[in-house]
C-alpha cells in the first residue's frame, strides 16, 4: 500500500463516514487525490461490514457536490486568462497544468451543460469542468443537479466496484479508464446527433 493510500484509509478509518466526504471534498479540489482510490476502498469496507454501502454512495456524493462548489466559485472570480496565469505559477504544486484549465473550459464551450453531468465520469475533466461553468455563469440549480447526478453515478460505479473486488479494490481504476473512455466517447457521438438534427430542422424550417 502506497502513502496515499495508507492516507486515505487513516482518514476514513478515523473519521468514518464523514471521512469519505471529506476525502471526496479534498478530490474535487485537489484533483490528484484519485476518486478510482476513495470510494472503491470504501466499498471494500462496506463489504467487510464496517459501512454500509447506501451511505458510503451518499456520504462520496454529498463530498462531491461539495467539492465542486468552491472551483465553481473560483471561475465566477477568473476569467480563464487570470486562472491559466495562476496555474502556470502555482499549479505544479497540485499537479494541474494550465493546458487542464483550457481543456475543461474547451469541453465546456463544446458541449454546454450537458457536459457538467457527463464530465464527472470522464478523468481529468472531472473536477476541473467546474471552472468554466462559474465563469459562464451557469445558474446555481441546474449545476447542482446535474453535478449530483452525474457525481452519483460516478460514486456508485466505484464503491460498488470496491465492494465486488474486495480486497482487490486498487485493481478498480484499471476497469474504470475503459467506462470513462466510453462515456466520452458517447457523450461525442450524442452530440454529432443532436447537431445534425439542428442542422437538418433548420435545413427544412428554410424550406
Do not use: C
Not at 80 to 103: F, M, Q, V
Amino acid at each position: 500500500m502506497d502513502s496515499m493510500s495508507a492516507w486515505i484509509l487513516a482518514i476514513m478509518d478515523r473519521l468514518g463516514l464523514a471521512g469519505v466526504t471529506l476525502m471526496m471534498f479534498l478530490e474535487n479540489v485537489f484533483p490528484p487525490i484519485p476518486s478510482e482510490l476513495i470510494m472503491p476502498m470504501a466499498g471494500f469496507w462496506s463489504a467487510m461490514g464496517n459501512m454500509n454501502i447506501i451511505a458510503v454512495i451518499i456520504a462520496g456524493t454529498a463530498g462531491s457536490v461539495l467539492g465542486a462548489l468552491p472551483l465553481y466559485y473560483l471561475g465566477t472570480v477568473f476569467d480563464e486568462k487570470r486562472l491559466y496565469a495562476l496555474t502556470e505559477k502555482y499549479g505544479k504544486y497540485l499537479l494541474i497544468k494550465p493546458s487542464d484549465i483550457t481543456n475543461a473550459t474547451h469541453w465546456f464551450n463544446k458541449h454546454g451543460k450537458a457536459v457538467v453531468f457527463f464530465g464527472r465520469m470522464i478523468p481529468a475533466i472531472r473536477s476541473l469542468i467546474s471552472i468554466p461553468a462559474g465563469m459562464n455563469h451557469m445558474p446555481m440549480l441546474p449545476f447542482l443537479v446535474l453535478t449530483t447526478l452525474g457525481s452519483a453515478i460516478w460514486t456508485t460505479l466505484l464503491a460498488y466496484a470496491g465492494y465486488v473486488l474486495g480486497a482487490n479494490y486498487e485493481q478498480v481504476a484499471e476497469f474504470i479508464a475503459p467506462i470513462s473512455k466510453g462515456v466520452a466517447v458517447v457523450v461525442g457521438l450524442v452530440l454529432v446527433v443532436v447537431a445534425f438534427l439542428r442542422i437538418r430542422s433548420v435545413f427544412f424550417d428554410k424550406k
